[in-house]
C-alpha cells in the first residue's frame, strides 16, 4: 500500500503544484486589474461602473490585460517615436529622489540579465563554496567591473551566481579567478531544476565544454 499511495503522491503531486502556482498567478494579475479598475471608476462616468464591475469578475482577465500591455509596450518602444518617449521617461524619473535610486539600479539589472547580447546567466559553472573541496552550481554574470576592476583584473576572473535551494531567487555573489571556475555542458534550465530539486533531478551527461569567458 506505501508503494502505491508513493507512486500516486508522484503523479499528481507535480499536476497539484503546477496549477497552484498558475491559479496564484492569475489571482494575483486579476488582483492587480481589479485595483486598477477600481481606480478607473473614480474617474469614469457613473454609468461605466457596471461595464467595470462586469469585467472585474471574469476570471483570467487580469493575465490577458497584462499580456496585451506588454505586447503593446514592446511594439511602441522599438520605433523610433517609442525611443524616444522612452528616452523622456526615463529621463524623468532620473529627477526624482529616491525614485531615481531604485529605478536606476533595477533598469540596470535588467537590461543586463535580459539583453540578448549579454553574457549573464547564460552558462552554468561549477565553483567551491562555501569552502575548498565543497562544490555547487553557480551561473556566470559577467566580469569585475568599476572601481573592483582595478583589484581584480577582468580579464582573470569572473563574476558569478551562487543560488541557494531550492529557492534560486536568493543566493550569493561572488568574484572568483577563472582557473577556479569548472564549465558545465548543461544548459541553465537544467542547472536551475538539479538546484531545485537539490540534486534529485540530474541533467544528462554531455561532454564539458570549453567555459564562454575564455572564447572572448
Known sequence: MKKH???GLLVWLPLGITIWVLLWVVGLLDGVFGGLAGAAQ???PAGADATIDALRKVPGLGVLMMVLL????GMFVTNIVGQWW?????R???QIPIVKSIYSSVKQVSDTLFSSSGQAFREAVLVQYPRQGSWTIAFVTGRPGGEVAQHL???THLSV??????NPTSGFFLMLPRADVVPLAMSVDEALKYIISMGVVAPPHAA?????????
Open 5 to 7: 499511495l508513493i507512486a
Open 42 to 44: 473614480t474617474v469614469l
Open 70 to 73: 506588454l505586447l503593446f509596450t
Open 86 to 90: 522612452l528616452r523622456q521617461w526615463n
Open 92 to 94: 524623468l524619473l532620473s
Open 153 to 155: 583584473d577582468p580579464a
Open 161 to 166: 551566481y551562487v543560488p541557494t535551494t531550492p
Open 208 to 216: 564539458v565544454p570549453v567555459l564562454a569567458a575564455e572564447r572572448n
